[in-house]
C-alpha cells in the first residue's frame, strides 16, 4: 500500500541545537501537512504543503516540499524544551478517490535543557 | 469549547468484554475518522465517515463497528474485546473528505484491555 517513510524516529537534541524530521513517498503526494502530538496530548495540526518547492515558516519552524511533491522536511532552528513533542507528517496521494490521509510514523523529539 | 470531544478519556476493560467509544464535533464538519494510536505512537486510520455515509473501512476486525447517527457524531464500538486492542483511539474531523482539509483530533480514549 502507499506509505509515507518519516526519519528519525526519535531524536534527542540539547536545547539550542536544531532539529530536522524528513518524510518520503515512492509517489507523488497531492499535498502533505504537519502535526504536532506534545506528551499525553493529541495531533494538532501545525501546516499543509501544496506547491511543488514550496517553503512556508512559522517563527522558528521551516518546512519544505520537494520539487516532485515525494518529499518534505520539518526544520526547528534553536529548539526550546516547548518543542518536546512527536512530529508527523500525513499525506494525501494522489489519484482517483483518494481521501486517505497517510501518517508517517513520527519522529519523537527530546530536547535535553 | 472542546471542538472535537469523546468519551470516555480512560478505559480499562476485561478480554471479552464489549465496550462503546463517543465522538463528538461542534465544528459543522461533515467527515469524521477513527484513528488506532499503538504503543508505538504509528497513527493509523480505521474508518471514515462522510455526512454519515463510510467512505474509508481499513482492514479492521470486524468486532469494530463504527456508527454515526448525525454527521456530528461518530461512535466506535468494540466487541468481545482483546488484548491486542489495548491503544489510544482518537476521533478526528474535518470540514469534508477533500484533500485540502486539515484534522482537528479529539483528546483520545486510551484502552486497556486487561
Known amino acids: 500500500g502507499q506509505q509515507v517513510m518519516q526519519i528519525p524516529q526519535y531524536q534527542h537534541v540539547q536545547e539550542g541545537e536544531d532539529f530536522t524530521t524528513y518524510c518520503n513517498s515512492s509517489t507523488t503526494l497531492s499535498n502533505i501537512q504537519w502535526y504536532k502530538q506534545r506528551p499525553g496530548g493529541h495531533p494538532v495540526f501545525l501546516i499543509q504543503l501544496v506547491k511543488s518547492g514550496e517553503v512556508k515558516k512559522q517563527k522558528r519552524l521551516t518546512f519544505q516540499f520537494g520539487e516532485a511533491k515525494k518529499n518534505s522536511s520539518l526544520h526547528i532552528t534553536a529548539t526550546q524544551t516547548t518543542d518536546v513533542g512527536t512530529y508527523f507528517c500525513?499525506?494525501?496521494?494522489?489519484?482517483?478517490?483518494?481521501?486517505?490521509?497517510?501518517f508517517g510514523k513520527g519522529t519523537k523529539l527530546s530536547v535535553i535543557p | 469549547d472542546t471542538a472535537v470531544s469523546q468519551t470516555p478519556k480512560y478505559l480499562v476493560t476485561q478480554m471479552g468484554n464489549d465496550k462503546s467509544i463517543k465522538c463528538e464535533q461542534n465544528?459543522?464538519?461533515?467527515?469524521m475518522y477513527w484513528y488506532k494510536q499503538d504503543s508505538k505512537k504509528f497513527l493509523k486510520i480505521m474508518f471514515s465517515?462522510?455526512?454519515?455515509?463510510?467512505?474509508i473501512n481499513e482492514t479492521v476486525p470486524n468486532r469494530f463497528s463504527p456508527k454515526s447517527p448525525d454527521k456530528a457524531h461518530l461512535n466506535l464500538h468494540i466487541n468481545s474485546l482483546e488484548l491486542g486492542d489495548s491503544a489510544v483511539y482518537f476521533c478526528?474531523?474535518?470540514?469534508?473528505?477533500?484533500?485540502?482539509?486539515?484534522?482537528?483530533f479529539g483528546s483520545g480514549t486510551q484502552l486497556s484491555v486487561l
Open positions: 465544528l459543522g464538519h461533515d467527515t
Open positions: 478526528a474531523s474535518s470540514g469534508t473528505a477533500a484533500t485540502n482539509e486539515k484534522l482537528f
Open positions: 500525513a499525506g494525501f496521494f494522489t489519484g482517483a478517490g483518494s481521501y486517505q490521509l497517510t
Open positions: 465517515y462522510n455526512n454519515k455515509e463510510l467512505i
